[in-house]
């Protein structure tokens, strides 16, 4: 888990990566972030069996990776530290009004007790408004996805290469997190292999994408949808950002991972996002029955 706490009055970004990612994809950004908003905080922790955390092997009886359980974990670090695990999240409720609003971006597949305000950002699925697509993408993408690599340097050198992800900087700090060695291989080009076997998820695929779009239309917030293409909506959100129901970006120069490609860019359409939804910069008029009971004491004086 990486967490760095807000100041006095800032807000806390929580984020959460997509399947086969880690914490460390939000280092970036969060750094940007931190360039524009020196007071805010910033959250994301590696996913059960992703990055860091060790639990049962991906893809054996003692994991669960239902939408449900990650979403359980992702409260649970909310409290105590106080895409589609996100949306969950905020569709929930469990928050009330801490929650000032959601960011959501495509790719395959934004809290301080003292000031009371998280923004949720989160990595999701690379057609978010089409399950059947998002399934057909996960699978195109793991087939272009080589076994191992000889080196992390060599990870990160795929990753740039092959454009997966368009920042070399980005790529050199999340890059390891989605490594680990492999002791048990005698082949050099399989000395390190992927943290999280993405192919033994594909139980719960459905369950990740299906309802997507309802989700985030649902929750409760302020809704920021950043997308690299336009194609990537479904008739739901559509119609959706025609009522005017969310607040669309599309960064066209940017791939698979939009925050880690423009982490700039994304860390600024965020905090704007943030200042746009800001309730306490809210400076709301005097009640009328104050405004009697002044009336009243000022007669009496």
């Known amino acids: 888990m990486y967490i760095t706490p807000p100041g006095p009055k800032g807000p806390t970004f929580v984020a959460h990566h997509g399947a086969g990612s880690s914490g460390l ?21 590696d996913a059960r069996s992703h990055g860091e955390t060790m639990t049962a092997t ?28 996100m949306t969950n999240v905020a569709k ?11 960011a959501v971006l495509d790719v395959v597949e934004g809290s301080s007790s003292r000031h009371a305000e998280i923004i949720f950002y989160s990595q999701l699925t690379d057609r978010i408004g089409s399950a059947i697509d998002a399934l057909q993408s996960m699978q195109t993408y793991l087939s272009t996805r080589p076994p191992g690599f000889e080196s992390v340097s060599a990870g990160i050198e795929w990753h740039v290469q092959s454009r997966t992800i368009r920042n070399p900087t980005s790529a050199s700090v999340s890059v390891p997190g989605l490594l680990r060695e492999n002791h048990a291989s005698h082949l050099p080009s399989d000395a390190w292999t992927w943290s999280t076997d993405l192919l033994a998820t594909q139980p719960y695929w459905e369950n990740w994408f299906v309802g997507l ?45 939009i925050h880690e490609d423009a982490p700039a860019k994304t860390a600024q359409a965020l905090v704007d996002f943030y200042k746009r ?15 009697l009971k002044q009336k009243a004491m000022q007669e009496k004086s």
């Open 92 to 102: 929930s409720g469990v928050f009330g009004d801490q929650v000032l609003g959601y």
């Open 213 to 257: 779009s309802k989700n985030f239309l649902e929750a409760r917030g302020g809704k920021l949808l950043i997308l690299a293409g336009t194609d990537r909506l479904d008739k739901e959100l559509i119609i959706g950002q025609m009522q005017g129901k969310y607040q669309l970006l599309v960064f066209p120069e940017t791939g698979h991972f």
């Open 25 to 45: 994809s939000f280092a970036v950004l969060a750094a940007e972030i931190r360039k524009l908003m020196p007071d805010a905080g910033f959250l994301s922790l």
């Open 58 to 85: 991906v893809g054996s009886p003692g994991l669960d990776l239902s939408l449900d359980s990650l979403t359980n974990d992702m409260i649970y670090a909310i409290r105590v530290l106080g895409g589609a695990v």
């Open 277 to 291: 939804n800001d309730r306490s910069a809210l400076v709301l008029p005097p009640k009328v029955s104050e405004l």
